[in-house]
């Protein structure tokens, strides 16, 4: 499979004005679905942080999977996680957070808006067939309030959804738009 397309950034918008999604940490949801018609590769995903967190003694997980319908209140396969918190073991790091002298957060250090939060990049490349839904949902509230994020992915799209899979219907005649 030849992914050629240009690699894409998407978010989960809300409906009625487009912007992203953003959330509070207080509240355990599925964040929003985007549609993939066609065969994908999530190359990363993550969250921005949009207002600075304050202490949590319950930390908050965002998760990135799939739902097989649009109206599902939850991810129906979760592919991965990434804690939103410096925690108590410091566990991220600047950069691509694999080499050993990469400096390491501080433990205990509260994320500050805009401070972008990228999952372990060892997971990625991720396939994902088309047909599906891509959702981001707060599987993990946090113990209380301050805090809140944009969730993202970075994709690269198959380009053209194949017709010659099963799952695909094709019109067969020429539609005219009535003048």
């Known amino acids: 499979m030849a992914y050629s397309e240009p690699i894409q950034i998407v978010y989960p918008v809300t409906n ?23 065969d994908i590769e999530i190359l990363s995903f993550g969250a921005i942080i949009t207002e600075d967190f304050t202490d949590h003694t319950t930390v908050p997980v965002l998760t990135i999977g799939t739902a097989n319908d649009v109206g599902d209140t939850a991810l129906d396969t979760n592919l991965v996680s990434v804690t939103l918190d410096s925690g108590t073991d410091a566990t991220f790091k600047a950069g691509d957070g694999v080499k050993e002298a990469q400096t390491a957060i501080t433990a205990d250090t509260d994320l500050d808006a805009s401070d972008v939060i990228l999952a372990y990049p060892g997971k990625f490349p991720l396939h994902v067939d088309g047909g599906t839904f891509l959702g981001w949902e707060l599987t993990t509230a946090s113990s209380s309030a301050g805090g809140a994020f944009i969730p993202f992915a970075i994709i690269r799209v198959n380009g053209v959804t194949d017709g010659r899979a099963t799952n695909v219907w094709t019109a067969t005649t020429s539609q005219t738009v009535a003048a």
Do not use: D, F
């Open 16 to 38: 009625s004005s487009g912007k992203p999604v953003e959330s509070a940490i207080e509240s355990a949801a599925l964040l929003g679905l985007w549609p993939i018609p066609c």
